[in-house]
Nanobody, 119 residues
Framework: QVHLVESGGGLVQPGGSLRLSCAAS????????MSWHRQAPGKERELVAG????????VYGDSVKGRFTISRDNAKNTVYLQMNSLKPEDTAVYYC????????????WGQGTQVTVSS
């Protein structure tokens, strides 16, 4: 079965950095698009970043452009989110997502990892 496990979250001061990891298994990772979403209390889940399976093309939410970078290591079945210049409004639970595809009949989500940006 599809399994996604996020790690790397924690408490960081404004202006600091964190690197999130998502370890994937149970599907053909290298052939599947991946993304990160986040959800803050009382707010809807929003796209943070996405990365394609073949070209490696990326997309970013407007609020994180220029600060966050998504990448993947197909040899390790892992997708990363490098988060720089963090702001308090980045505080949220961050979820790894394997997008629906020819192989996956619907999106799959990890359990999430908490990121808190505070002084």
């Amino acid at each position: 079965q599809v399994h996604l496990v996020e790690s790397g979250g924690g408490l960081v001061q404004p202006g600091g950095s964190l690197r999130l990891s998502c370890a994937a298994s149970g599907f053909s990772f290298s052939r599947n698009a991946m993304s990160w979403h986040r959800q803050a209390p009382g707010k809807e889940r929003e796209l943070v970043a996405g990365i394609g399976s073949i070209t490696g093309s990326t997309v970013y939410g407007d609020s994180v452009k220029g600060r966050f970078t998504i990448s993947r290591d197909n040899a390790k079945n892992t997708v990363y989110l490098q988060m720089n210049s963090l702001k308090p409004e980045d505080t949220a639970v961050y979820y790894c997502n394997a997008l629906r595809s020819a192989e996956l009949r619907y999106d799959y989500w990890g359990q999430g990892t908490q990121v808190t940006v505070s002084s």
